[in-house]
């Protein structure tokens, strides 16, 4: 079982940056997690952002946020990150952050056994 906290949503103006934190606790090694971002926006089915494998070298993004959005993890800190810069008002969602109990990453959600209650972003034009 793996518990998971986001944090470090909020409002901002377009071409403004944010950087997502997500918190694991489990019984299990954090390391041994591989760690995706996914969002959902209102009235839209929740999709995926970003994953990144067990050990870091592998990382996947969709094609919105290529070159904008960089997913990291510091397995010491039990602790995924999502650094969003020049953010777009289409970026508003909330962003969830989930753990896949293997070490490669996948982009589909059904990969993902656990989520966390999400944190809102909110990008103005």
């Known amino acids: 079982q793996v518990q998971l906290v986001e944090s470090g949503g909020g409002l901002v103006q377009a071409g403004d940056s944010l950087r997502l934190s997500c918190a694991a606790s489990?019984?299990?090694?954090?390391?041994?997690?591989?760690m995706g971002w996914f969002r959902q926006a209102p009235g839209k089915e929740r999709e995926f952002v970003a994953a990144i494998s067990w050990r870091g070298r592998t990382t996947y993004y969709t094609d919105s946020v290529k070159g904008r959005f960089t997913i990291s993890r510091d397995n010491a800190k039990s602790t995924q990150y999502l650094q969003m810069n020049s953010l777009k008002p289409e970026d508003t969602a909330v962003y969830y952050c989930?753990?896949?109990?293997?070490?490669?990453?996948?982009?589909?959600?059904?990969?993902?056994?656990?989520w966390g209650q999400g944190t809102q972003v909110t990008v103005s034009s």
């Open positions: 489990s019984g299990r090694t954090f390391s041994s997690y591989a």
């Open positions: 989930a753990a896949r109990s293997f070490g490669d990453a996948r982009t589909t959600i059904t990969a993902y056994d656990y």
